[in-house]
């Protein structure tokens, strides 16, 4: 077959590049576990950390999530994600948003609560992942001690991975996480009069 002199430098410049990619791959020799923070205005923190939980069940891994804030709301990812049985733990131990409950000192019981359960998971080498969902907005209102946090995140056991969302993250946990990726809204259909719907919001 013969080739165009357009697809000979296709071909030659994808070839630099595969050698490019090839030795930044081979360069990287650390296993950790990580601590990833999801944060930002945009769509999507949580659902891209139940992305992760589900690659995390398909290698056989164990997963607890504790979800701060939100409360136990009959979601597609929690039922989707219970079917791997004792595969996974799931613990909803908030009451609905702070706007909802306005009634800072149950918030605060309910969030300390919910860090007991976090912490139990977090000293469990059984476990793969830990998914703290929506402790972002925990620590903003300081419902939770950000040092006793980020003390307990260190202390885990080494392969455990951590994942952390909610927009406004603490400069600190943004500082101590390995991954930190930030949603940035360019639109959003709630400002076109549109309601949460099943299968998108929940």
Not at 4 to 18: C, D, G, L, N, V
Not at 102 to 116: F, H, Y
Not at 128 to 139: H, K, S
Not at 173 to 190: C, G, R
Request: aromatic fraction near 6%.
């Amino acid at each position: 077959m013969t080739l165009t002199p357009e697809e000979i430098r296709h071909r030659e410049k994808m070839a630099k590049r595969k050698a490019v990619q090839d030795r930044e791959v081979e360069s990287k020799s650390i296993e950790k576990g990580l601590l990833a923070v999801h944060t930002g205005a945009g769509k999507g923190k949580s659902t891209a950390a139940f992305g992760m939980a589900l690659r995390t069940l398909a290698h056989g891994g164990r997963i607890v999530v504790i979800q701060f804030i939100k409360g136990a709301w009959n979601t597609g990812e929690r039922k989707t994600l219970e079917r791997f049985g004792d595969q996974v733990e799931w613990h909803a131990l908030g009451e609905g948003f702070t706007w909802n409950t306005q009634d800072r000192a149950k918030d605060i019981a309910n969030c300390r609560m919910a860090w007991d359960q976090a912490r139990a998971a977090l000293k469990r080498s059984d476990v793969n992942m830990v998914i703290l969902d929506e402790l972002n907005i925990a620590l903003r209102y300081d419902y939770l001690p950000i040092d006793d946090v980020l003390a307990d995140i260190a202390a885990r056991p080494p392969m455990q991975h951590v994942v952390v969302t909610g927009r406004n993250a603490r400069p600190a946990m943004i500082e101590a996480a390995d991954l930190v990726t930030e949603m940035t809204q360019v639109a959003h259909h709630f400002k076109k009069g549109v309601k949460a719907q099943a299968g998108i919001e929940f």
